[in-house]
């Protein structure tokens, strides 16, 4: 065996040549990949005695993609064109061996090679999207050259990272091999390969099936048309676009080229600088100063929740599809029922669990009338109304019950933990467990941590959390915890905007083009103007109170905010047009125009400065957890970073400042600017320090 660099080897089995790479944790394209590749190579062809190339990586993956890190910084070492030139150019067949993930750049390495195989556990994509980015070496011609115009367009607009059995019947793959066997099959497979004919195949002179394509541009416009919904917002899947329509209309090198200008313009703008700062702050979240990695973990192997809900039940369903059984309390033997059911149509619904899945996942939830059948779980979450006095009763027969080391949680949205931990006498086993509705579904999980929470319960949960596929980020106790509260200021503003004298559409359709899914007041309406309203207490005293009692709760009484038809289309309505006039005119204030740049700065400037409150208290760990949080739970569009991102690289800190103080002094004190803040803009810093 020789050593190329410190993470390349290069060995000989019988006739063939192996180049193997270890650079963990994923083998990302670093310079030193690079270079060792590009060694690796040369060596390798410098050997008389090899017939045939593999390259295989140690660790847990094939390369995982180009080094994120590296993107915007100076270009070191060997390029990735020159690698993939060595490999192409090779005159001995390449055989790339995968396992892990052979995604992005790894997966265009890969596709640089004569042939590829996998093991049947691997996976396969250009992720590339996600980041803001396209695969920037050739994958946007490649691709489509084996997989065609169609699936090239799906992979490279979604990310998918596909299984190694459907990239074999896509001829992505040439050959699956034995698991745990990857070294011994690409080796024989290299031995097969190396009598075929000569010249070698090239993927780039593949032409077939992008020249089916030619003269056929309603490919594009109808993938562009059926999923505009998707991409509403985002350059990068427009730009993988484009370069796929390239591939089909241009020789491979212009093809080639068009993809590096696309690349590049993508590259530096500010979309992929949002994206990829989200790629690493969901993963910095996961990281706790004060509780390391190594703390100890309480096995949990039995879950019960309290409250059959349709919180309840998509919190249970989210370990039931992890094999944990889960029992579900109710107080009413209909409302268990209606739960267990609604789990049970949930799953059926689906598309994606098959009816003997749902039979081995419904076989591991049982219901009960009786807290006691808790004793031996080793999680509970409760999941009840928002009532602090319920919760410290439910708590303190939880104490009495649960067995010693068992998780007591709660998933409230907002109320103080310490409060209900006192109702314990093991205030170190309670914990938050903040799930988002539909918690079998959203992707946020905030754990709250209290005052005497233990590491090992906060390790637990922050572990737990990514095996049920949550993204969690750590919060302190404070009302709202980090999402709802800064949510809050937003609504506030939103409320506040309409006394001015701006119509909910207006707020909604500038909150909305800024990219979220959708604005306050249609939100409203979704969930029902009525939540929280008590017929008989309502006085008429907020533009709430009147639009409820003329009936209009919403969507569901097909009239809210907005009014909507019979297919629930949302349009402007004079009758809440007149009744903001009004209330406004009744309250003495002037109506006046508001722009859409004041309506989208009063609404987001605050967010950022709550944000910067519930750092400099300590209620979040770092501001990318704060953006992690509004990404994940609140549908803060992820090509503008999350509120703490944009507030310091799009809006400005000092801009933010200013307005502020300006509100401030005009407003009052809602307005009163975060310490943290002023400080960060008289030093010239950010978030990040
Ligand atoms: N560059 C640099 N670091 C990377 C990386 C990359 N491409 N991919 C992962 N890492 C780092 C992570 O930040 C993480 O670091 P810490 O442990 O310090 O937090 C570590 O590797 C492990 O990553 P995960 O926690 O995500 O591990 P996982 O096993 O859950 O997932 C993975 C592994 C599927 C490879 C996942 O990390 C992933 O999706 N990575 C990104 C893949 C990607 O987008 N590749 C395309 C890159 S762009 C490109 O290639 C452009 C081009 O065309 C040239």
């Given at each position: 065996m020789t050593a190329i660099n410190e993470v390349t080897d290069y060995s000989r089995d019988g006739d063939v040549g192996v180049i193997t790479l270890n650079s963990?944790?994923?083998?990302?394209?670093s310079a030193n990949v690079r270079d060792g590749l590009a060694g690796g190579m040369k060596a390798a062809l410098d050997d008389a005695g090899a017939q045939s190339i593999v390259l295989i990586c140690e660790g847990r993956t094939f390369i995982a993609g180009a080094d994120i890190t590296e993107f915007g910084g100076p270009q070191k070492g060997a390029s990735l064109f020159e690698v993939q030139d060595a490999i192409e150019g090779s005159t001995k067949p390449v055989i790339a061996a995968i396992h892990g993930t052979a995604l992005g750049g790894g997966l265009e390495v890969a596709l640089a090679c004569h042939y590829r195989v996998a093991v049947p556990s691997a996976r396969c994509g250009l992720p590339e999207v996600n980041l803001g980015l396209l695969p920037g070496a050739g994958g946007t011609q490649r691709l489509p050259r084996i997989v065609g115009p169609q699936k090239a367009m799906e992979m490279v607009t979604s990310g998918q990272h596909v299984p190694a059995k459907e990239c074999l019947a896509m001829g992505l793959v040439d050959e699956i091999v034995e698991e745990g066997k990857l070294r011994d099959g690409a080796v024989a497979f290299a031995r097969k390969v190396v009598a075929e004919h000569r010249p070698l195949k090239k993927v780039r002179e593949s032409n077939q099936k992008v020249e089916a394509a030619r003269g056929h541009p309603e490919i594009f416009a109808d993938f562009r048309k059926a999923n505009a919904r998707r991409f509403r917002g985002f350059l990068a899947p427009e730009y993988n676009i484009r370069c796929i329509e390239a591939a089909v209309n241009q020789p491979f090198e212009e093809g080639l080229k068009t993809e590096r200008k696309l690349f590049g313009e993508l590259l530096t703008g500010s979309q992929s600088a949002a994206q990829r700062y989200g790629f690493f702050a969901e993963r910095q979240a996961a990281k706790i100063p004060d509780v390391p990695d190594d703390t100890p973990v309480i096995p949990v192997n039995k879950v019960g929740i309290i409250g059959a809900g349709t919180m309840g039940g998509g919190i249970a369903m989210n370990f039931l599809n992890i094999g944990i059984p889960v029992t579900l309390v109710e107080v009413k033997q209909e409302a268990l029922d209606r739960g267990l059911k609604v789990v049970r149509s949930n799953y059926e619904r689906s598309?994606?669990?098959r009816p003997e899945e749902t039979e081995a996942r419904m076989s591991r939830l049982s219901g009960s009338l009786d807290m006691n059948a808790l004793a031996d779980c080793d999680l509970v979450i409760e999941a009840v109304f928002e009532r602090m006095d319920i919760k410290k009763d439910i708590f303190s027969r939880l104490d009495a019950i649960c067995k010693p080391g068992a998780i007591l949680a709660t998933n409230t949205s907002g109320l103080n933990v310490d409060e209900i931990a006192s109702a314990t006498k093991r205030p170190e086993a309670v914990i938050g467990l903040h799930f988002f509705s539909p918690a079998n579904v959203m992707k946020l999980l905030e754990v709250v941590r209290a005052d005497r929470t233990s590491k090992e319960v906060i390790n637990t949960s922050m572990k737990l959390s990514r095996k049920i596929g949550k993204i969690a980020a750590l919060v302190g106790v404070c009302p709202g915890f980090v999402g709802n509260r800064i949510l809050g200021a937003r609504q506030r503003e939103a409320q506040k905007l309409m006394f001015e004298g701006a119509m909910p559409w207006d707020i909604d359709r500038v909150l909305y083009d800024f990219g979220?899914?959708?604005g306050p007041f249609a939100m409203s309406d979704l969930a029902g103007l009525d939540i929280g309203w008590v017929k008989e207490k309502s006085?008429?005293?907020?533009i709430r109170d009147v639009l409820c009692e003329m009936d209009r709760r919403g969507q569901k009484t097909g009239a809210g905010y907005y009014d909507y038809d019979e297919n629930r289309v949302a349009r402007p309505s004079p009758v809440t047009e007149k009744v903001i006039k009004e209330f406004v005119a009744k309250s003495g204030v002037n109506a006046r125009e508001i722009t859409d740049e004041e309506i989208l700065e009063r609404c987001l400037y605050p967010m950022v400065n709550e944000g910067a409150k519930i750092l400099e208290e300590g209620?979040?760990?770092?501001a990318s957890d704060i953006d992690v949080v509004w990404q994940n739970g609140y549908g803060w569009p992820v090509y503008r970073g999350g509120p703490m991102w944009w507030g310091e690289h799009v809006a400005g800190l000092p801009k933010v400042l200013e307005r502020m103080k300006e509100w401030e002094g005009r407003m009052g004190d809602t307005y009163k600017p975060a310490a943290l803040l002023e400080r960060l803009v008289a030093e010239g810093k950010g978030f990040g320090g």
């Open positions: 963990p944790p994923v083998n990302a394209l598309r994606t669990a979220f899914p959708m006085k008429g005293e907020t209620k979040a760990i770092r």
